[in-house]
């Protein structure tokens, strides 16, 4: 057998599992670390055994506070050794054991001496040491060498103190503060790292002072800043003092744009994209100011380097959400990136796309989508799937292409999340998009043939039983449902068994043919399933026979529960079995907590891959349910509306209110989420008075009290006004809350059993005009507006005055009216001179309006506007003509 | 948003993901176990990446991840959501760089972990408590490889013990295998 050559490889393939620390022990090397104590030392012995402990360290181990002091204090021998290598490994030591304030006095001396010391590493180096472990009454001892140090000739010397400085500046603010003119001087520095250090350190001295900063940022865009880490945050800051002066700036220029621009010419990359980044994200940007940084971007989107690629696309990304037609020029660079290798950049290139795509380039790019699908990870298919359900929301009549892809991709392999974005999103746009009904619903019945997911099963079985007896042929869903009572586990074939029931309650013609398929399902070997069977034959009634269901047996079928399921759990936990039978009408029906009125978490905004607008909120369901199972409050009739929380509470007061508006035909709802923030108290009988005399044409009806707010967990209370029946009413309202505090003792929890009256001034609430109306959007806004009778049509023309933008105009007219903008309309491009606004919803009462908004620029900042409003009932159209008049 | 770059992690791990050495400077993960976790989750997702002739970057968890690899030597540097990824990528690259020169050229696990010293001595040079000191490799390396003693020692005689104590080393291995 030949011997290998290269000897060299061969120790290699040997010692594949070779490491100097392999088997290596704690208890051994602090054993070893006594070498640090021989009188002769030895540097290449002691640095060996220092990295062995940091490897330990590094490994996630941790030392006793025992060992801990003992190496440190054996450590510290170590100054003694001349050898450079030997110390560096000496110093990152003391800093990994971050030694105690008692321990820290025995290297004072020895790092002291080395700050003063000729060689500039030790001096650099005993800096960033002794700045990470001191306390403050050290540092004035040092201080003079720490100002001296910031302008030191040595670039690591003064590096080493200005970060010290950065880092000390959040313990001792008071002394670092004082070493401003050194910082001044070497923000000035020649050497390009000291001079970045220097900048973030005056920075943060001075970042208080607005003027200040002010100041140092023009003073420095006219120079010329070396570095280009300095130069990034010079645009940082230069970018947050346009923020803070946008409002005194309304004329005129953006000031320091020009400085932004020209750094998109600098020669570090680093520095073009910060600058370009700076510009996007400008308040109110114009396309103008927005050309040039979208320009290089779209450079960097052809780059050879993932990373420039992925800069590019994530923030072409989050400016394609506020102006579409900005990026449309990077869409041919942005199609090649979907083959990109780096599928974060792939997925953030289509999700643009989507974006920023028109009605026509649609189906193109489905086809695209279609390839990549297959060799993205689950995380990232779900992302797309979310942006492909908002576009298919934005043109409605893209549906068929648009569902046939999302039934497509739902066939093929994934998991669990990614097949339930799927179907949310099918759901979604059967509720939407009433054209795409049927074709979704079969999708999904295809999709229950072979599904492994029983969650997934039993919700669209559900699904299937409220829509589809409600399609032209309810029959041709029969033999999917029956399939799964054949096939499937216990779970589903229970859903089957309910939903085949609401086909035969639905569908007279059907019954008699369910009831078959129901009888079949009595001789089942799961209980819940030959129970549900029984139940079912027997409230459909009627033999099988063609007949027609009664109400009741409707409402029994499709009816929600009017009791939160937790207090149902609840009671059923608490109930013994005994004579008396579980009586339903003892759960209580409060809703304890209340989700839904969740403040909005202030958490980060989402960017990047997190970025798609979330799915239409499905909370009037839950109101309306809430609403119905108070008895004072049942005979209102059908909800027409519920607003969003209005905050009535500053932030961090000692009790949060928020209203939600509920408006019913002849009636209106004030609904208030409290939140007692005080541990002491314990708060009773909580209402909240309501003074109505600034609305005249209310009155107050009913009050639901709140029983009890314990601290922490929300409640509500509610007050219901009357009003004249159809007629939207508007008015203020001031509010008071009146409670009984207790105090709690925070040991026991237990709160005393006297309480004290007391009330807290709420802020104003008001009912306006929107309030009134709902936001639903059409599918083709043309056909709508021409097939309305042009009679009730109302036009007249209106001056705004003066606005800060058009933008700003178009967003308070939308505002006001509370319709839905329809075909992105709602967009204004930037520097345009004029705008068309199309709007739709349903105005109280239940009638069908249609607005059409032609804005204009008149002068410099006038906004004249044209209203066109065609509607079912000329008087409603008078009613939105008086709504903006009035507003 | 964070006005002064800031580096979160930099973490060199093996082929297995493994650490070699990493350094934190956030306390987004504040037990071991969340930075193993961390780890874990950084190389499960990158390890199928071809990072090796450019960096490469991803994101998750609102982490950008910038990473480039060699042999079996795995190096990432970790941002916040908004850092400028050329930023870090400027960071990546002077420690990947630095370490290539600390390591003459045999860039891997085994080299690395017999000069992990200096590489521990790298990181120290590259961050400062999350704050970017240096991203020349040239001078990291430079900084890092100053092996000299002190004026005050006797310079020949210690540089002839320690090649003495190298190459006697080398030979006891050799010999034992």
Redesign the interface.
């Known amino acids: 057998m030949a011997q290998p050559l290269v000897k060299k490889d061969d120790d290699r393939d040997d010692e594949a599992d070779y490491s100097p620390f392999l088997g290596i022990e704690k208890g051994a090397v602090l054993q070893e670390a006594r070498v640090f104590n021989d009188p002769q030392l030895d540097p290449r012995r002691c640095s060996q055994v220092i990295t062995k402990l940091l490897y330990l360290l590094n490994q996630g181990e941790t030392f006793t506070k025992v060992e801990a002091t003992e190496v440190f204090f054996a450590v510290t021998k170590l100054f003694q050794s001349k050898d450079i290598g030997l110390r560096r490994m000496v110093y990152v030591m003391i800093k990994e054991l971050s030694p105690s304030a008692d321990e820290v006095i025995i290297v004072t001396s020895s790092l002291m001496k080395d700050m003063t010391s000729k060689t500039d590493m030790y001096r650099a180096n005993a800096i960033r040491v002794l700045c990470r472990i001191t306390d403050g009454t050290l540092l004035t001892q040092i201080e003079r060498y720490l100002k001296q140090a910031i302008v030191d000739k040595n670039p690591v010397v003064a590096s080493a103190a200005l970060v010290s400085g950065i880092h000390l500046l959040q313990t001792n603010p008071e002394i670092v503060k004082r070493w401003s003119n050194e910082v001044q001087e070497a923000v000035q520095s020649r050497a390009a790292l000291v001079q970045f250090h220097a900048l973030a350190l005056l920075h943060q001295i001075r970042q208080n002072d607005r003027l200040a900063v002010n100041k140092l940022v023009s003073s420095l865009t006219k120079g010329s800043v070396r570095s280009p880490l300095a130069q990034c945050l010079l645009i940082r800051y230069t970018s947050q003092v346009i923020r803070e002066s946008a409002n005194n700036n309304q004329a005129g220029d953006r000031p320091f744009y020009d400085f932004l621009e020209g750094c998109l010419r600098h020669k570090a990359e680093m520095v073009i994209f910060e600058a370009a980044r700076a510009i996007t994200e400008l308040n109110g940007v114009t396309s103008r100011e927005l050309t040039p940084a979208i320009t290089v971007l779209q450079l960097f989107l052809s780059s050879s380097k993932p990373v420039l690629r992925f800069a590019a696309v994530r923030t072409l990304n989050k400016v394609a959400m506020t102006h579409p037609v900005a990026v449309t020029n990077c869409n041919i660079d942005m199609e090649s990136l979907i083959s990109d290798q780096n599928r974060s950049i792939a997925t953030l290139a289509i999700t643009t796309l989507l974006k920023t795509g028109n009605e026509s380039s649609v189906d193109r790019l489905m086809k695209q989508i279609t390839n990549f699908m297959s060799d993205i990870a689950d995380e990232f298919k779900i992302v797309v799937v979310e942006a492909i359900r908002s576009l298919c929301l934005k043109f409605p009549l893209k549906h068929r292409s648009l569902m046939n892809f999302l039934s497509n991709i739902l066939r093929e392999e994934g998991g669990f999340e990614y097949k339930k974005a799927i179907v949310d999103s099918i759901v979604i746009l059967i509720r939407d998009i009433p054209e795409a009904k049927e074709s979704g619903l079969l999708h999904l019945c295809e999709f229950i043939e072979d599904c492994e997911f029983t969650y997934l099963s039993t919700q669209i079985l559900h699904f299937l039983g409220i829509e589809g007896p409600k399609t032209s042929d309810p029959s041709k869903y029969i033999r999917y449902i029956y399939n799964r009572v054949h096939l499937e586990n216990a779970t589903v074939r229970a859903g089957a068994v309910s939903t085949l029931a609401k086909f035969g309650a639905m569908v007279d013609t059907l019954k008699p043919r369910v009831f078959v398929l129901l009888r079949r399902c009595l001789f089942d070997n799961d209980d819940e399933v030959r129970d549900r069977a029984t139940l079912y034959i027997n409230t459909l009634g009627g033999d099988g026979a063609v007949v027609e269901t009664g109400e009741d047996v409707k409402e029994f079928l499709f009816g929600s529960l009017d009791i939160p399921l937790v207090n149902l759990e609840n009671s059923l936990k608490n109930y013994e079995p005994s004579e008396e039978s579980f009586d339903i009408n003892s759960v209580p029906k409060e809703v304890k907590t209340q989700p839904l009125a969740e403040k909005k978490a202030p958490g980060k905004k989402p960017t990047g891959l997190g970025a798609s607008p979330a799915g239409p909120p499905s909370t009037v369901d839950a109101y309306e349910k809430l609403l119905s199972s108070i008895p004072e409050f049942a005979n209102f009739g059908k909800l027409f509306k519920s607003s969003a929380p209005v905050e009535l509470t500053e932030a961090e007061t000692e009790y949060a209110v928020n209203v939600v508006k509920h408006i019913f035909d002849g009636h209106v709802v004030f609904q208030y989420n409290c939140t007692n923030t005080i541990p002491e108290q314990l708060l009773e009988n909580v209402t909240v008075i309501v003074d109505a005399s600034e609305a005249e044409e209310f009155a107050e009806v009913a009050s639901k009290p709140l029983r009890s707010l314990p601290y922490d967990s929300p409640g509500q209370t509610f007050v219901a006004f009357e009003k004249p029946e159809g007629v939207p009413a508007v008015g203020k309202f001031s509010n008071m809350l009146r409670f009984i505090v207790k105090e709690v003792d925070p040991s026991t929890g237990e709160a005393e059993d006297d309480g004290v009256e007391d009330e807290y001034q709420l802020e104003e609430l008001e009912v306006v005009a929107a309030d009134y109306m709902l936001k639903v959007g059409v599918s083709n806004f043309r056909n709508a507006w021409e097939t309305m009778d042009a009679d009730c049509e109302r036009v007249d023309e209106y001056g705004l005055g003066p606005r800060e933008s058009l933008a700003e105009a178009v967003n308070a007219v939308i505002n006001l009216l509370g319709m839905q903008p329809c075909e992105g309309t709602e967009v204004v491009p930037n520097n345009s001179r004029s705008h068309t606004c199309l709007l739709s919803g349903v105005y109280i009462g239940n009638v069908k309006v249609l607005v059409r908004l032609q804005f204009g620029l008149d002068g410099p900042k006038d906004v004249a506007m044209k209203l066109a409003v065609r509607s079912e009932d000329e008087a409603v159209s008078d009613a939105i003509h008086e709504i903006v008049a009035s507003g | ?1 964070e ?3 800031t580096i979160k992690n930099i973490l060199l791990l093996d082929s297995e993901g493994k ?1 070699i ?2 350094k934190y400077y956030s306390d987004d993960w504040p037990t ?1 176990a969340a ?2 976790a961390f780890e874990k989750a950084v190389f499960t997702k990158t390890q199928k ?2 990072a090796r002739t ?7 968890d ?1 982490y950008i991840v ?1 990473y480039k690899f060699v042999q079996d030597l795995h190096f990432f540097v970790t941002g916040g ?2 850092e ?7 960071v990546l690259q002077g420690f990947f760089d630095a370490v290539g020169l600390l390591l003459r050229g045999t860039e891997d ?2 080299e690395a ?2 000069n ?2 200096l590489i ?2 790298c990181l ?1 040079e590259i961050v ?2 999350g ?5 020349d490799a040239n001078v990291i390396a430079g ?2 490889d ?8 006797p310079l020949s005689e ?1 540089t002839i ?2 090649a003495l ?1 190298t190459a006697r080393e080398h030979l006891t291995r ?1 010999l034992l ?1």
């Open positions: 948003m006005l002064c770059p650490r050495a990493v071991n930075k193993e990446t071809n450019e960096a490469e970057i991803t994101m998750f609102n910038v959501e908004n400028n990824e050329i930023i870090l990528a400027t696990k085994k972990l017999e992990l010293d521990l001595l120290d400062d408590g704050i970017i000191l240096e991203t900084k890092v100053s092996h000299s003693m002190d004026a005050g020692a210690q013990t320690q104590a050799s295998k």
